[in-house]
């Protein structure tokens, strides 16, 4: 199928790691992206993995990527309340142009 | 400099009304898409320009009309929409088409009545 999954709701308190799981479709997808959106705006790049790495890390932001399983994720070190958002995951589809497949997103809340 | 800017920031129009969306960026990207997307709904794509040619359309109604007057500038020009064409509009950038990071603006939050 197309789908890009997500587990839709996440909460964790503040100073504690979140992981945030994602599974896409194509194996031959060659770069998955990870993008946050705040309330009411438009999607921020925070990070993005090509398919031959199995791991990226970017400050507080570790991307893992398990390409046989089909499975990525992102941890955030140290959540902050200011991280609390909808976090998509999209797949690059091969083949063309770009067409991003995004997952439903994951909303990220974060309590004291 | 990552900056997509999209104008105007919330649009409120009638179904017979005729409107326009703005969009800009001066990153040099050659590669420019509308997305639209629905509360609680992840974006879907509309249009791709490459180089200023539109290359792909996603089925799009007629009643949304792209246009690239440059590489820099992409409009989205709005006839006779429905209530349910209600949404946020959303432009991002890339390099090229292919394997490029997508840069997106904050975009239109558009009603329509």
């Known amino acids: 199928g197309e789908d890009v999954e997500q587990s839709l709701f996440l909460s964790v308190r503040e100073g504690d790691s979140s992981v945030i799981n994602c599974t896409y479709t194509?194996?031959?997808?060659?770069?998955l992206y990870w993008y946050k959106q705040e309330p009411g705006a438009g999607l921020q790049l925070l990070t993005y993995i090509f398919s031959n790495m199995d791991m990226k890390q970017d400050q507080r932001l570790t991307v893992l990527l398990n390409k046989k399983d089909k499975h990525l994720s992102l941890r955030i070190a140290d959540t902050q309340t200011g991280d609390s958002a909808i976090y998509f995951c999209a797949e690059s589809r091969s083949g063309g142009y770009n067409k991003l497949i995004f997952g439903a997103g994951t909303r990220l809340a974060v309590h004291p | 400099d990552t900056e997509v800017t999209q104008t105007p920031k919330h649009l409120v129009m009638g179904m017979t009304n005729k409107k326009s969306l703005k969009c800009e960026q001066h990153?040099?990207?050659?590669?420019m898409y509308w997305y639209k997307q629905k509360a609680k709904k992840p974006p879907e794509l509309m249009f791709v320009?490459?180089?200023?040619?539109?290359?792909i359309n996603e089925s799009v109604p007629s009643r949304f009309s792209p246009e690239c007057p440059n590489s820099s500038l992409l409009n989205l020009h709005l006839h006779a929409l429905q209530p349910e064409d209600s949404a946020l509009y959303l432009c991002?950038?890339?390099?090229?088409?292919?394997?490029?990071?997508?840069?997106f603006g904050p975009g239109t939050r558009l009603t329509v009545t």
């Open positions: 990153m040099g990207h050659r590669a």
């Open positions: 991002a950038s890339s390099q090229e088409t292919g394997n490029y990071e997508q840069y």
């Open positions: 194509d194996s031959s997808s060659t770069y």
């Open positions: 320009y490459s180089y200023e040619k539109l290359s």
